[in-house]
C-alpha cells in the first residue's frame, strides 16, 4: 500500500513567521491529497487538499504545492499566528479515496 | 452540521476483554474508516470499508476486526484486548475524492 512520510515531526517558529511542512508518497497512483489540523481534543480537520492535476492551490494563508515527478507534497503556512497551533497530517489516496494514508504528524507551536 | 460519532469517548477495558468501538456517520458516505493513533507514528489505518458488509485490511489488522452491517455504521471489535491496543481510535467517512470527516476520537485503556 502508500507510504507517506511526513517532515519535521515538530517545528516551532515565531508569531508572523512562515511554516513549511514536507511530505512524500511512494505510490505514483495516487491522486488526492490532503492537508489535515488536528487540535488538541479533538479529531483531524480538513484545511486544503490538493488533487494530481493541480500544482499548486491557496486559500488565504495556506497554500500546497504538489511535484508528481518527485512524489512530494508541501504545506506552506504564512504570518502564522497562536491560533495556528496544532498537529497538521498529511494523506495521500488514489482509487476512490478508500485507502487514505497518513503521515505521522508535525506539531507546530507558534510563540506569540 | 455532518457529523461521525464514536460511541465512547474513554474506555477502560481489562485484559482478555472482547471490545466493540462504535461509529455511526450522518452523511451517506461510502468509506469508512478505523485509524490508531500513537504519539509519534501519526494516524495508522486499521481497516477500511468501501461499502456495506465490505472490508479491507490496512497496514496494522492483527489483532482487530470490523463489521459493516448497516451503511452508516461502522464497528471495531478486539477480539482479545491486550495491553499493546492502548490508544486514540479515530474513525472517519468519505466519499470519493472528497474531505475525511473524523469523529472525536475514543481513547482506549487496557489494563
Known amino acids: 500500500g502508500e507510504n507517506v512520510e511526513q517532515h519535521p515531526s515538530t517545528l516551532s517558529v515565531q508569531e508572523g513567521d512562515s511554516a513549511v511542512i514536507k511530505c512524500t508518497y511512494s505510490?505514483?497512483?495516487?491522486?488526492?491529497f490532503p492537508w489535515y489540523k488536528q487540535e488538541l481534543g479533538k479529531g483531524p480537520q480538513l484545511i486544503i487538499d490538493i488533487r494530481s492535476n493541480v500544482g499548486e492551490k491557496k486559500d488565504q494563508r495556506i497554500a500546497v504545492t504538489l511535484n508528481k515527478t518527485a512524489k512530494h507534497f508541501s504545506l506552506h503556512i504564512t504570518e502564522t499566528q497562536p491560533e495556528d497551533s496544532a498537529v497538521y497530517f498529511c494523506?495521500?489516496?488514489?482509487?476512490?479515496?478508500?485507502?487514505?494514508?497518513f503521515g505521522a504528524g508535525t506539531r507546530l507551536t507558534v510563540k506569540p | 452540521d455532518v457529523k461521525v460519532t464514536q460511541s465512547s469517548r474513554y474506555l477502560v477495558k481489562r485484559t482478555g476483554e472482547k471490545v466493540f468501538l462504535e461509529c455511526v456517520q450522518d452523511?451517506?458516505?461510502?468509506?469508512m474508516f478505523w485509524y490508531r493513533q500513537d504519539p509519534g507514528l501519526g494516524l495508522r489505518l486499521i481497516y477500511f470499508s468501501y461499502d456495506v458488509k465490505m472490508k479491507e485490511k490496512g497496514d496494522i489488522p492483527e489483532g482487530y476486526s470490523v463489521s459493516r452491517e448497516k451503511k452508516e455504521r461502522f464497528s471495531l471489535i478486539l477480539e482479545s484486548a491486550s495491553t499493546n491496543q492502548t490508544s486514540m481510535y479515530l474513525c472517519?467517512?468519505?466519499?470519493?475524492?472528497?474531505?475525511?470527516?473524523f469523529g472525536q476520537g475514543t481513547r482506549l485503556t487496557v489494563v
Open positions: 452523511m451517506d458516505h461510502e468509506n
Open positions: 505510490d505514483s497512483a495516487s491522486n488526492y
Open positions: 494523506a495521500a489516496s488514489m482509487r476512490n479515496n478508500n485507502d487514505m494514508r
Open positions: 472517519a467517512s468519505t466519499r470519493f475524492e472528497q474531505e475525511a470527516f
